[in-house]
């Protein structure tokens, strides 16, 4: 069965610095999202993607993210300059169409922590 | 703004035991709802959704969740817990007021598992 697949699994990283947490969604799949959870608390959505652009984001999503879809098959999410709050674990998911009715389908996480 | 609530952060339940997990959502339209589990290591992994229809549905695992618009709950249930079941849940709906499908979570059941 087709999966969502993320890399890495855990990143540490030293605060300032920039990261880039790697997914490859299902393959017919036309619609990307980030959900980001902090310890303890509920899993967040971020952002959307398709069509290459940006279809809708979060008050999370500030100027310090961006997405991208570098090749036919990978969608990144770079944190340019990262924080201790954003130590976090990172999902990516991806689905067919896009519908409210659709699954959305998650990959295992990277759980990032900012030292 | 739609909401998701889990009311149980954690339940203990010993294998071959009925299972029950609570999920109350505040949404004003008929909402698209969601269960997920993630094992350790694993992504989020869909067990079952409702859109319309019998409002008792059937997932994978064994699982079944009935929507009751009256109390805006979404439980999810198992007749006989097995010890693999012990995993995080997590309920979700989807959002409408977007551009995009996003989910909203909540906060999560943690289940274990006694033998």
């Known amino acids: 069965e087709p999966e969502v697949t993320q890399t890495p699994s855990h990143q540490v990283t030293q605060m300032g610095q920039e990261v880039i947490l790697r997914c490859v969604p299902i393959?017919?799949?036309?619609?990307f999202y980030w959900y980001r959870q902090i310890l303890g608390q509920k899993v967040e959505f971020l952002v959307s993607f398709y069509n290459n652009e940006i279809s809708e984001k979060s008050e999370i999503f500030d100027d310090q993210f961006s997405v991208e879809r570098p090749d036919g098959s990978n969608f990144t999410l770079k944190i340019r300059s990262t924080k201790l709050e954003d130590s976090a674990m990172y999902f990516c998911?991806?689905?067919?169409?896009?519908?409210?009715?659709?699954?959305?389908?998650f990959g295992p996480g990277t759980r990032l922590t900012v030292l | 703004a739609q909401s998701v609530t889990q009311p149980d952060i954690h339940i203990t339940v010993s294998e071959g035991a009925s299972l029950e997990l609570r999920c109350n959502y505040s949404y004003g339209a008929t909402p698209y709802l969601f269960w997920y589990v993630q094992s350790p290591g694993q992504g989020l992994q869909l067990l079952l959704k409702y859109f319309s229809g019998d409002t008792l549905v059937q997932g994978i695992k064994g699982f079944e969740a009935e929507f009751k618009r009256s109390q805006s709950s979404f439980n999810l249930r198992k007749p006989s817990v097995h010890w693999s079941d012990a995993a995080e849940y997590f309920c979700a709906v989807t959002s409408y007021g977007g551009a995009t499908n996003k989910l909203i979570f909540g906060t999560g059941t943690l289940l274990a598992v006694q033998p």
């Open positions: 393959s017919n799949h036309l619609y």
């Open positions: 998911a991806s689905s067919r169409t896009g519908g409210f009715e659709d699954t959305q389908y």
